[in-house]
DNA sequence: CGACGAGGTTGAAACCTTTCAACCGTTCAG
DNA sequence: CTGAACGGTTGAAAGGTTTCAACCTCGTCG
C-alpha cells in the first residue's frame, strides 16, 4: 500500500525484509503450493508494503525467452487486421500473454525492423501477413528457433503453418450472387493485380461468369485498397458508352467498395436498380454505409482465434508438420445487391 | 550468411571465435569508435558467421529499463485511434524506439493488466488514454519512475502532462457552422455523458446556441459511440411531432454520425436539405460515405507527434514541471451540411 | 529408539550483456 | 631519456530472477 520511494525493489530486498531466503520469495510467486501458508502470507505482505514489482527482464534473461507473441500487420488503419488482432489479442490474453502489434504499412523495410527486433526480444511467437520477400528472413528466424504462422497468405506455405480464408471461395460466391440476382455486365474492381487475394478473387469470379452463357466481367485495376480507388475506377466506369457500363460492380474490398458507392451516389446512378454493388471483407463500415453494403464476410474472430491456436501449437512442437488452416467466407446480402 | 544449428550464440562465443575478450565484441556493439578497423572487421565477421543476435533481456537487465514505449488506446477499432498509433509510432520508429501497442477496449480490468505488464518490463514510457479510475495507479507508476503522458484526456492535468484537441472550440465550431447556415432546431447525440469529451462538446455547442435567439439545442444520449448508437438515437429523433424535429444534427463522433446518416436515409429523410448532420474526428470513412459527412477534424498526425515529443520530455527530465498542449480542431464541410 | 520420508527452506549457479577501472605498448613533448 | 598521453583491449563486476540439489526439522513407522 505504502509507496515507498527506495528506488527499485528487488526479490533479494523482499527476501531480507522477511527474513528467508530469496529462493523462498521466488516459489512464493512462482510455485505458491511449495511455500507454507504462514511463510506465504508474510512474504506477500512484505511485497505489498515495499511495492516490490517482478523485473522481466531478468524473468526472461534466466528463461531464455519471451512470453510474448508478436503480431505484424499489414495496416493498422485497415478495420480488418484490427478486428483480427483484437481476436489474437482476447485469445492470448486468456493466459496473460501480452500480445505486440506492430504495423508494418505495407513497408518491407518496417517490416524488416520488426523482425530484428522481435529476434532480438527473443519473442515467443510471430504472427505475421508478409509484405516483402521475406521468406529467407523467417526461415532463419525459425531456424533460430522462432515459431512463425502466416496469416491470410498462403505464400511460402510449403514451409510454414498458416491461418487465411479461401478468397477462390469467395469471388466465386460474390459473383455467382450478382449472377443470380440476374446482372449480367460484371465489373471487378481491385488491386495491384499482383496481390494474391486480388487475383484469387478475380480469377474465381471470372469462372464463375463464364459458366453463363453471355454474361461478362471486365477487371479494373486499381494501385491501391482505398476509397479513393474506388472513386477513380467508378469514374471510369462511368465514362463508358451506355451499352457496355456494367450493371453490377464486385469490389475488391469494403474499403474500396465505399469509394464505389460514393461516387455512383454523386453521379445519380442508383444503387442497387441501376447497378448492383458488393464488397468484400464486411468490415463494420459496410452495414453502416447509407445503403448498406452486401459483402463477402471473413470470419475475422475465427481467423484470429485459429492464428493463435496454431501459433501455441508451432510453440508447443516446432518440429511438427508444417499444418495450414483454411476458412471458409461467407455472403452477406444487404441492399446494395438486391431491390 | 551460414545458419549454423548452434542453439544460441552469446557475446562469449562470438569473442572466443574472435579470439578477443568479450568486452571488445560488446565495444563493436555500442562503441565502434573505440575499435580498431582491422579487430571491428574481424568481429564482425564472426558475427555474421556464428549468426550472433544480442540477447534484449539481458541488455534490459543491465540497463535498467527498456527501450520500449507503449500506447494504450481506447479502442483500436477506432480509426481515429489507429490513426493517432499510426504518427506516433512513425515518430519513434525514426530512432528504432519500437512503439508497443495496447488495446484497453473500454475494459479497466484490461487497462490495469497492461499497466501491471508495463511496470514489470520497466517500459521507457507509457502513452495512455485512460479508461477506468486509474490516476492512483499512474501516480504509483510515475513515482517509481514510468514516464507517462495522458493522450486526448485532461483528467488529471494537474499531475501528468497531457496532448489533446480543444473539445470546446470543436464543439462550437460544429454549432456555429449549423447556425450559420440556417439551422434553429439543433441536436447533439453522443455519450455517455460521463464522457468528457461528450461533455466538453455538447456544453460548448449548447453556448453556442444560447448566442443566437431562437434557437434550439437537444440532448439525445447514447450509451456508446458507435454506428448503432446513431441509429437508434435517429429513430427516437424522427418519431417526435414534425414541429420538433431538428433540422440539424451534430454527433459525438463520426462512427455515430454514419449511423445517423443510415438510419435517415432509410427513413427517406434528404440529408442535407432535410437535416443538416456534422460528425467529429474526420475519419477516412466521413469522406467516403455515401453523402460525405462534414465533420470537426482532429489532428490527428500532429496528435501523436506532439504526444511522442512530449514523452520523450518527461522521459529526459522526469522532474519538470507538468506540461499540457492543447491543439486546435478544424471545421471540415462536405455535402452532410450544404447544399 | 532409530531410520526414513515429507514438507519447507536454503544457497549457489546460471542466464548474457554492458560498463569501467586497469593495463599495455607506443608515441611525443620536454 | 623520462614521463605523460593516447588508442586499444582486457577482465571482473553488476544487474535480478529462477532453478535445483542439498539440507533441515519433524513426525511416523518399523
Same mark, same amino acid.
Given at each position: ?7 527499485r ?16 520469495v521466488?516459489?512464493?510467486?512462482n @510455485? ?15 511485497? /505489498? ?7 522481466d ?23 480488418? *487486421? ?7 489479442? &482476447? ?31 527473443? !519473442?515467443?511467437? !510471430? ?32 514451409? *510454414? ?36 487475394? =486480388?487475383?484469387?478473387? @478475380? ?8 459458366? @453463363?452463357?453471355?454474361? &461478362?466481367?471486365?477487371?479494373?485495376? &486499381? ?5 479513393r ?17 456494367? /450493371? ?20 445519380? =446512378? ?14 463494420? *463500415?459496410?452495414?453502416?454505409?447509407? !445503403? ?23 510453440i ?17 446480402v ?6
Amino acid at each position: 500500500m505504502s509507496t515507498t520511494a527506495a528506488r527499485r525493489v528487488s526479490v533479494k530486498d523482499v527476501a531480507a525484509a522477511a527474513g528467508v531466503s530469496l529462493g523462498t520469495v521466488s516459489n512464493v510467486l512462482n @510455485h505458491p503450493e511449495k511455500v507454507s501458508a504462514a511463510t506465504r502470507d508474510r512474504i506477500l505482505a512484505v511485497i /505489498d508494503e515495499l511495492g516490490f514489482v517482478r523485473n522481466d527482464a531478468a524473468r526472461q534473461l534466466r528463461a531464455g525467452h519471451n512470453r510474448a507473441i508478436a503480431m505484424i500487420v499489414l495496416d493498422v488503419a485497415n478495420p480488418f *487486421f484490427t478486428d483480427v488482432a483484437h481476436s489474437v489479442e &482476447t485469445e492470448f490474453a486468456a493466459q496473460r500473454q501480452p500480445l505486440i502489434l506492430a504495423d508494418s504499412s505495407q513497408d518491407p523495410a518496417r517490416e524488416a525492423t520488426y523482425l530484428d527486433l522481435f529476434e532480438e526480444q527473443r !519473442i515467443g511467437g !510471430i504472427l505475421i501477413t508478409p509484405v516483402g520477400r521475406v521468406l529467407p528472413r523467417l526461415r532463419q528466424l525459425r531456424d533460430r528457433g522462432t515459431a512463425i504462422v502466416l496469416v491470410d497468405r498462403k505464400a511460402g506455405a510449403r514451409e *510454414f503453418s498458416s491461418v487465411s480464408v479461401d478468397d477462390r471461395r469467395g469471388g466465386r460466391l460474390a459473383a455467382e450472387h450478382l449472377l443470380e440476382t440476374g446482372r449480367r455486365r460484371l465489373a471487378f474492381v481491385g488491386g495491384p493485380a499482383a496481390l494474391a487475394q =486480388v487475383r484469387d478473387r @478475380h480469377v474465381s469470379a471470372r469462372s464463375a461468369v463464364e459458366e @453463363h452463357p453471355g454474361a &461478362t466481367l471486365r477487371f479494373i485495376e &486499381t494501385d491501391t485498397m482505398d476509397a479513393r480507388a474506388g472513386r477513380r475506377a467508378t469514374d471510369r466506369l462511368l465514362a463508358l458508352p451506355a451499352a457496355e457500363r456494367p /450493371d453490377a460492380i464486385f469490389a475488391a474490398n469494403d474499403l474500396v467498395a465505399l469509394g464505389v458507392l460514393q461516387a455512383l451516389t454523386l453521379a445519380h =446512378v442508383s444503387v442497387p436498380d441501376d447497378i448492383a454493388l458488393i464488397g468484400y471483407d464486411d468490415i463494420e *463500415f459496410a452495414a453502416s454505409a447509407a !445503403i448498406p453494403l452486401s459483402s463477402i464476410r471473413q470470419p475475422r474472430d475465427e481467423l484470429g482465434r485459429q492464428a493463435a491456436q496454431m501459433l501455441r501449437d508451432v510453440i508447443a512442437d516446432p518440429s511438427a508438420p508444417v499444418r495450414h488452416v483454411v476458412l471458409e467466407p461467407e455472403l452477406v446480402v444487404r441492399r446494395s445487391t438486391v431491390r
